[in-house]
């Protein structure tokens, strides 16, 4: 499974920004795809994850209500839409491919990070 991150930049407090994750490879709809993100000097922590085969959600609770994660299955993409943002949602975005769970050593495949900065 291969994923690629593009996007993320840089948005006012209170603004929305939208995030994609192609995915490529013969199993990838498998397996869940979820959204990570890394803060400068903390561990990376969970954001929301959604089920390819049965389109289930899962968020945490500090985004709920304001993320949404969706998929295009012609596209193979999955998308976060981040409405809005605070300046502590300012961290390196990495979506991952795995089974559905909120915990990172569940998923094994990573694609590169994409900054996402929050100005107040």
């Known amino acids: 499974v291969q994923l690629q991150a593009p996007g993320g930049g840089l948005v006012q407090a209170g603004g929305s920004l939208r995030l994609s994750c192609a995915a490529s490879g013969r199993t990838f709809s498998r397996y869940a795809i979820g959204w990570f993100r890394q803060a400068p000097g903390k561990e990376r922590e969970f954001v929301a994850t959604?089920?390819?085969?049965?389109?289930?959600?899962y968020y945490a609770n500090s985004v709920k209500g304001r993320f949404t994660i969706s998929k295009d299955n012609a596209k193979n993409t999955v998308f976060l839409q981040m409405n809005r943002l605070k300046p502590e949602d300012t961290a390196v975005y990495y979506c991952a491919a795995g089974a559905i769970s909120t915990i990172r050593s569940d998923y094994n495949y990573w694609g590169q990070g994409t900054l996402v900065t929050v100005s107040s």
């Open positions: 959604i089920n390819w085969s049965d389109d289930y959600t």
